[in-house]
């Protein structure tokens, strides 16, 4: 076996500043103006993962045997060190250094769905030991896969029967529904929305997403993003004042590159709070039994004054 | 909000030995014949989860709403108290008494599933806290549901999609595999096997199964069962050992209650260590990162000497 890979935190932290050549080669960041009146010389950098578990330069290849399908590992594996501040969070950065991040994980699929190779693109932000992070300054990962994942296949495909059905976007239904209802809604404005979903998985499940239809998160102009950057900053500081700076994951979804069907389909972000270990039904079987309801998270939230 | 469950750990656990009033309403028991060598009056309990997720008592009903999809919390929710000692574990039990417990998840699938709306049964065993486990007290769920989840559903067809194609069992043919090459083989004997599946999911997940052919666990005979509790109690000595007595979820895949396709599809128990939480790509969607090779893990469980 291997070594197990060593968490590395606090003074060591490779992401901190100072510590550039520790953290990798550039691929993009965000360079201040000199002079900036905080001193700091970047805003966001983007690295290669020091243990990439895809890489461009690997070949895809075809399934050689007909039981055990293996594959090569293509496609990109980044991380977006979303700070200089070793502990900044989303919580406590500006919204304005919050919108440097969404503008990276964008800048960089825009520039990954150039290689006709890669079909989708994953980004996942997880904080905290119990959300699997190894790292705890504010990062989060960018993966391209050369494939379209089952999670992302099924939820287009429903999305894909619920706008033939209805003739439109379901989740834009969604969005409609729950500004009506207002009971799982968390806060919104005239661009975007912050809510507990129906059939919440976990506890505190809270869905963050652009009013304004659109399949795909690499099409957002600047000022869309500076909207989900509010919208993402309040809901993150309702968050943590509610359950006192849980761990989480963040999952943006967001449609295949070159998806034609732009109708059907809404990308968005899910905030899943990791305030338990999953019961193997979940980890299996997708079963997740949660002890509170989305109703009730989402008034919780509501009067969760910052 | 609800008050969160309290959880409940050592003497005042209510799946010990002479707390069954407080452990709830017996369904099922195995009772030692007087007098007991061991002076314990029963080896295992069956009882109803004191928060049942579904109940036989519930109205399945249809969804009303076409968007926000809500049904009645049909089915079955139960516990099986593995042993009258809360220290015990599989690994330490005798593979007799551990014989118990899949006597006890058999009989009880052959009484449930004669109420016609049930339709599938999960078996979860969840220990340790990082397993989603809140008693230490050696226990397993059963769960009877009044649909076929998915991840049920996507197994079968890939079973029967297999079995089409190359007219046998692809569980046979990978077993056949598997004991002819040894690279991922733990252990096996005439019946048995136990092995690192081919793209494991997790470091030293590990696959128990039956050498002989069966789609259904409640199908199986008391001997059946014998051969496979060996293999079980032998699994999990060489995985304490190994791992330090790890965090771990076991679960049966069975197929759904009165499946017509008898040929394709091969129950089987799959031990998934939790050795560190799921990073968000696996929680959502299902892309798991490895670092330890199944053919690592299999020989170190094979050293791993009892």
Not at 9 to 20: D, I, L, N, T
Not at 97 to 112: F, G, P, S
Not at 157 to 185: D, F, K, M, P, Q
Request: glycine fraction near 6%.
């Amino acid at each position: 076996m291997s070594p197990p890979a060593v968490a590395i935190r606090g003074g060591a932290c490779p992401f901190c500043e100072g510590h550039e050549a520790i953290a990798g080669r550039e691929i993009l960041a965000w360079h201040a103006p000199e002079p900036r009146v905080d001193g700091h010389s970047w805003r966001v950098r983007v690295v290669p993962n020091r243990l990439p578990a895809l890489r461009v330069e690997s070949h895809y290849g075809e399934p050689t045997d007909s039981l055990f399908h293996s594959l090569g590992g293509l496609g990109a594996h980044e991380v977006i060190i979303e700070s200089p501040d070793h502990y900044a969070s989303w919580s406590t950065m500006k919204a304005s250094d919050l919108w440097t991040t969404l503008w990276a994980w964008r800048e960089r699929m825009r520039d990954l769905r150039r290689d006709i190779r890669l079909k989708s693109f994953l980004v996942v932000k997880n904080v905290g030991a119990a959300a699997g992070a190894t790292l705890d300054h504010p990062h989060s990962q960018l993966v391209a896969l050369p494939f379209v994942p089952q999670h992302l296949e099924e939820e287009m495909a429903s999305a894909r029967a619920a706008h033939l059905n209805t003739g439109v976007c379901a989740y834009c239904t969604v969005i409609e529904r729950e500004i009506g209802a207002s009971t799982r809604l968390v806060s919104s404005d005239a661009q975007t929305i912050a809510f507990a979903p129906f059939a919440a998985r976990v506890p505190f499940e809270t869905w963050v997403m652009s009013r304004t239809h659109g399949a795909a998160f690499d099409e957002q102009t600047d000022e869309a993003l500076g909207a989900i950057a509010e919208r993402l900053s309040d809901t993150m500081r309702r968050l943590d004042l509610a359950l006192g700076t849980p761990p989480h994951t963040v999952l943006l979804h967001t449609a295949p590159v070159g998806e034609a069907d732009r109708a059907s389909y809404h990308w968005h972000l899910e905030i899943i709070p990791r305030l338990v270990a999953e019961s193997g039904l979940a980890w299996d079987g997708g079963i997740h039994i949660n002890p509170v309801a989305p109703e009730d998270a989402a008034r919780y939230l509501r009067d969760s004054r910052l």
